[in-house]
């Protein structure tokens, strides 16, 4: 069965850090992008960084560049989202989902994990 399993969410106060991970099981990564997802309550599912599958490309959405680093190490198969100084409009549930090329746009991706929340509150 294929899968993505995120971690690494969770309550942090405002400027704080995480470190998201994306792992892949029934499938090896070395082959495919990973984008990182999210969806806050009420709002659409949005794109937030992608990594190509050799990790030669990475992409971020405006509102988190310069905060965000993408990186990948295919012999954990995994990928990894470093947010540091997060905000309160950060908050969301986050996903990571494979695909054939690094791209921000939440559809036609093959596999999805199940999210991992993250909120940032003082």
């Known amino acids: 069965q294929l899968q993505l399993v995120e971690s690494g969410g969770g309550l942090v106060q405002p400027g704080g850090s995480l470190r998201l991970s994306c792992v892949a099981s029934g499938f090896t990564l070395d082959y495919y992008a990973i984008g990182w997802f999210r969806q806050a309550p009420g709002k659409e599912r949005e794109g937030v960084s992608c990594?190509?599958?050799?990790?030669?490309?990475?992409n971020y959405a405006d509102s988190v560049k310069g905060r965000f680093t993408i990186s990948r190490d295919n012999t954990k198969n995994t990928v990894y989202l470093q947010m540091n100084s997060l905000k309160p409009e950060d908050t969301a549930v986050y996903y990571c989902?494979?695909?054939?090329?690094?791209?921000?746009?939440?559809?036609?991706?093959?596999?999805w994990g199940q999210g991992t929340q993250v909120t940032v509150s003082s």
């Open positions: 990594i190509s599958s050799s990790g030669s490309t990475t």
């Open positions: 989902a494979s695909d054939i090329a690094c791209s921000l746009v939440p559809r036609g991706k093959r596999v």
